[in-house]
């Protein structure tokens, strides 16, 4: 209180101007008056502070400028390494998109022959035909494959209008097809043969053994340009390991292995 005391009194009102010195005649108005102008000598005061260089500024710009110089590194680095990664993934799609197209364009080539010998009759001597169309020709992974048969004398129907039997052919020339780029060791037919008739089924049983005598002798179960894993350069020789109920197709075997009616 006394501190508050001597600062009022060294406030010297007889300066003031002759507006404020007349409002500040009674005690309350003189301590409105003190008020407000301590408020704008405070406000004054800060204006100054604001005001006063910053010695520091320098020093403080230095620093901003090593942490600027040490991030542009670090961005300029981190380019580098996505630049990098976006060329090593090119190059992955690049060649992942080559070796599909050669397998794909190999087994274009190879469906429509296999399934006219696979549909192939003394009614129908050229047999049907079967084609591949990629979806998107130029990135076929954003699409897919679309496979059409065409079976002996039928007009052109969409896969799931074929019948068992039909499907059944589709399927092995599609999978013959691929076999002839890069062969397999051997296959593993399981009832294949269970939607065919008599007809169809002595066509792929014929199909299959004509391939197991021919591949091995004259690279015939592999197509031009195909992967062979010979050392004379022939294709290995189809070989097919079948699980069958119809004699029709597992009398052409060059073995029997399970149970049957006759030994004999």
């Known amino acids: 209180a006394r501190t ?13 101007p002759p507006e404020l010195a007349a409002s500040a005649a009674a005690p309350r ?3 409105r008056v003190e008020a407000a102008l301590r408020a704008e000598i405070e406000e004054h005061g800060a204006e100054l502070a604001r005001g006063a260089p910053n010695l520091k500024a320098v020093d403080q ?31 992955v799609r690049a060649r992942r998109h080559d070796l599909f197209m050669r397998a794909f364009e190999h087994a274009a080539a190879a469906v429509n022959d296999v399934f006219k010998d696979l549909t192939r009759s003394p009614a ?29 004398a039928k007009r052109y129907r969409d896969m799931d209008a074929l019948s068992g039997g039909e499907k059944t052919l589709s399927a092995l020339a599609l999978l013959f097809a691929i076999h002839s780029f890069q062969a397999a060791p051997f296959f593993v037919l399981d009832e294949v043969d269970a939607a065919l008739d008599a007809a169809n089924v ?57 149970v049957c009616r006759d030994p004999d």
């Open 29 to 31: 108005e003189r301590e």
């Open 4 to 16: 508050a005391l001597s600062a009022l009194a060294a406030v010297d009102f007889g300066e003031l």
């Open 124 to 152: 129908h001597p050229t047999g049907g035909s079967a084609y591949l169309a990629l979806d998107s020709a130029d990135d076929p992974y954003l699409g897919g494959v679309k496979f059409t048969a065409m079976p002996p």
């Open 61 to 91: 710009y230095e620093a901003v400028r090593a942490r600027e110089a040490a991030q542009a590194g670090e961005l300029e680095a981190a380019r580098g390494a996505a630049r990098d990664a976006a060329d090593a993934f090119e190059g």
């Open 202 to 258: 002595a066509r792929v049983a014929r199909y299959v053994r004509a391939k197991t005598r021919a591949s091995a002798s004259d690279g015939s179960g592999a197509g031009a340009g195909a992967p062979s894993s010979l050392a004379d350069g022939t294709a290995p020789p189809l070989r097919a390991i079948v699980i069958s109920l119809k004699d029709g197709f597992y009398h052409h075997a060059d073995a029997l292995v399970g």
